[in-house]
């Protein structure tokens, strides 16, 4: 790990022993501490690392002297009745702020007469939003289902739609009721933790058996959730904090609030932690945050962060969800776990677009539970901003599943031989020109992302392949990375539609293409040589393009741009109409401001692009636009059978997957929401629906069967 000669590792040594103490000095003495715990303990490791390595260079006063299974598949996989969602994270007051601005932005629009948008709480003013505000516990997330009170199964998350069935691990667990204190039908969700006291005593076990130590709580609670042998899990002494309903069969206890919600919860037998708050702006939430970004290290439970969740349950249920996450609750996370290392090189990796993205090699830290080896560095300002050098010790900070990133530069560890970066002047791929692109022309304000000109560079067109068969484009399985990068290599492919000239014959002669394999990919490209439009534009990678642009100009096109008395029904409409819609007239189209208008504009009006489209035409390409019956004028669009009717999906779906479903409902000019209200016009109810389907009865939402859907649809 520390490839140092003596003389390097001496220097090092010393310099690593006057900074630990400094540190030491700043925090135990002055109590001034300038940075975490992790990054005062990944020096110490380093240090004790190199004295062990180089035992002739240890004094008497280093700072390291004060202180001398089985697979997972034979868990039954279970689908949830309700879908588990993740909050979007915020980590400072400013993405508090806007995310609270945007919300009101909603309600202030939507709270009118007629608008059916219901009116806020009574602990909310007129304008003011009420907040349930709960700590965060990590740990893991856990779904209890309950039949007239009596617990009949537990699960996971998962994937938010499948977990694991864990029931008889979680029966383990003394604070979760067996049996509630009210006959009711539920489904509740909380977190399962391991208190710092046990994590403590199990790692010291584990340690005289030799076994790897857990990192954290949360990887121990999960470890321990996942074990096959239940006598393991009572062994653990796990512990629980309840905090949501999920479904409530009778909807007359459904309680109106979040914080009614808690308070029922306990009620019924369950654990609930005691800390939340009602905070009426957010002002008070950031005080309740930072109370406990202060004091969180003092409880028995992990806390990495807030949950804020506007305490009208109608108010919720309103705003719904977005894609990823619910509208009306956010994450405010604390700090990041941080660590400290050494950047031993600077990579550049180049992307689809031809964005050149600088990437740290670091020497392997482990942080936030896991080993990492690269970080990045975001652009040529970033490395500017840090005073960034290859050799340099750094801070690295790590947030769940979010990329690592550099935060500082520990200069006081220099050497003197660390090296200056410098942007190349040309592509490190394809050896072609570098343009530093400027974004405000006006003001000659320029960015620092640099972009390859080549447009053959090998690595834009494996990026841009790679993105184009990706699940969200033309969804081809087997086309992974390697093989994309094999196929170009091969000179088989040049360009996306080159996919569907794709024969047999030409894989299998490739080393390690087995007669099936080739075959799999072939039928896999024939099979989705049908794409809706918007999966279609997704797949093209237009410039600032992305998935929700897509979907809008799907759903809009015919609807919104009247400049051309054309209807739009084809691959071969989109290559003949697409190119002489001008700017203007993307900017119809609500949410497509200037930079998507001018992209869009550029792309179709390229003749490479446009070629391939034709090619993929030719070789059978077709492109799914939604039905339409007549043209107005006015821009009107022709009606689908859907037109303007809101869709809510619940319950298991045989003959397609919600997705599917989805591309269904919006090619016939439908919408779908995520939440059923007075406004939703169908419920499609697949097997075992959930709460959805009840409050659609409740409300009188007219309920369609799948079989139902799939004549109309004809």
Same mark, same amino acid.
């Given at each position: ?19 630990i ?10 109590d ?17 690392e ?36 993740s ?8 993405e ?47 779904i ?49 933790f ?19 130590? #857990? ?38 206890l459904?309680?109106?609030n ?52 506007i ?56 942080? %936030? ?120 290599g ?27 394999? %080739? ?10 040589k ?33 400049? #051309? ?66 043209y ?41 929401s ?30 369609m ?9 004809k």
């Amino acid at each position: 790990m520390h490839n140092l000669s003596p003389q390097e590792a001496k220097i090092r040594i010393e310099k690593l022993s006057r900074e630990i103490d400094r540190l030491r000095y700043e925090y135990h003495v002055l109590d001034n501490p300038e940075i975490t715990d992790e990054i005062y303990d990944s020096l110490t490791k380093e240090l004790r690392e190199l004295e062990e390595k180089f035992p002739q260079f240890k004094v008497s006063f280093s700072p390291t002297q004060r202180i001398g299974g089985k697979p997972l598949d034979k868990f039954v996989k279970v689908r949830h009745i309700i879908r588990q969602w993740s909050f979007d994270d915020v980590f400072d007051f400013g993405e508090l702020k806007k995310w609270e601005e945007k919300i009101q932005r909603m309600i202030e629009k939507n709270t009118t007469p007629a608008s059916g948008f219901p009116s806020l709480d009574k602990e909310g003013k007129k304008g003011e939003v009420g907040f349930c505000c709960e700590l965060k516990i990590d740990g893991l997330k856990i779904i209890l289902a309950y039949e007239k009170g009596v617990f009949v199964r537990g699960a996971t998350r998962g994937d938010g739609t499948i977990g694991e069935d864990v029931t008889e691990n979680l029966k383990t667990v003394q604070s979760l009721p067996l049996k509630l204190n009210q006959p009711v039908t539920c489904v509740v969700v909380g977190e399962c933790f391991l208190s710092k006291k046990e994590l403590d005593r199990i790692n010291r076990q584990r340690k005289k058996n030799n076994e790897l130590l #857990f990192a954290n709580s949360r990887n121990a609670a999960a470890g321990s959730i996942r074990q096959l042998d239940p006598k393991i899990v009572a062994g653990r002494k796990l512990d629980s904090f309840i905090y949501d309903i999920d479904y409530l069969e009778d909807k007359n206890l459904m309680p109106i609030n979040q914080i009614e919600e808690l308070e029922f919860l306990k009620k019924l037998g369950f654990k609930t932690n005691s800390q939340y708050k009602f905070c009426l702006n957010i002002e008070e939430i950031n005080d309740y945050y930072q109370k406990w970004a202060r004091k969180k290290d003092r409880e028995e439970y992990g806390i990495d962060g807030v949950v804020i969740k506007i305490n009208s349950r109608s108010i919720q249920e309103a705003l719904g969800y977005t894609g990823k996450a619910p509208r009306w609750g956010v994450a405010y996370k604390f700090p990041a776990e941080k660590s400290a290392t050494v950047v031993e090189g600077i990579q550049l990796q180049v992307g689809r677009t031809g964005a050149l993205t600088p990437v740290a090699k670091l020497r392997p830290v482990r942080v %936030a539970g896991s080993t990492v080896s690269r970080a990045t560095l975001h652009n040529e300002d970033e490395i500017i901003r840090l005073g960034l050098k290859i050799g340099d010790t750094v801070v690295i900070r790590k947030a769940g599943d979010v990329i690592p990133e550099v935060v500082e530069v520990m200069k006081n560890l220099r050497t003197g031989q660390e090296k200056k970066f410098r942007m190349p002047d040309f592509c490190p791929i394809c050896g072609g020109s570098l343009k530093k692109e400027i974004i405000n022309a006006k003001n000659k304000k320029e960015s620092a992302n640099y972009y390859c000109l080549n447009k053959n560079c090998l690595a834009v067109k494996k990026e841009e392949i790679i993105h184009f068969v990706s699940k969200k484009g033309f969804n081809v399985e087997g086309l992974g990375e390697k093989i994309v990068e094999r196929l170009i290599g091969e000179g088989l492919i040049k360009q996306a539609a080159d996919i569907f000239d794709l024969k047999k014959s030409d894989l299998e002669p490739l080393e390690r293409f087995a007669e099936k394999s %080739a075959r799999n990919i072939i039928e896999a490209i024939e099979k989705n040589k049908k794409i809706s439009l918007e999966k279609f534009l997704y797949a093209l990678g237009i410039r600032h393009v992305g998935e929700e642009t897509a979907v809008l100009i799907g759903k809009n096109i015919n609807a919104k741009v009247s400049s #051309f008395k054309f209807q739009v029904s084809s691959l071969g409409d989109v290559i003949k109409i697409f190119p002489r819609i001008q700017k203007e007239d993307w900017r119809q189209i609500k949410g497509i401001g200037d930079k998507m208008a001018e992209s869009l504009n550029l792309w179709l009006n390229n003749q490479k692009n446009l070629a391939m489209l034709e090619k993929m035409k030719a070789l059978g390409v077709e492109v799914l636009i939604p039905k339409l019956s007549g043209y107005a004028r006015s821009g009107e669009a022709r009606q689908g059978k859907f037109q303007r009717k809101t869709f809510v999906l619940t319950g298991e779906l045989k003959s397609f997957t919600r997705d599917q479903a989805k591309d269904m409902i919006r090619r016939e000019g439908g919408n779908v929401s995520s939440s059923v209200s007075a406004k939703t016009d169908y419920v499609l109810a697949g097997a075992n629906p959930g709460s959805k389907y009840a409050k659609a009865k409740e409300l009188g939402v007219k309920i369609m069967k799948e079989d139902q859907f799939k004549d109309l649809i004809k």
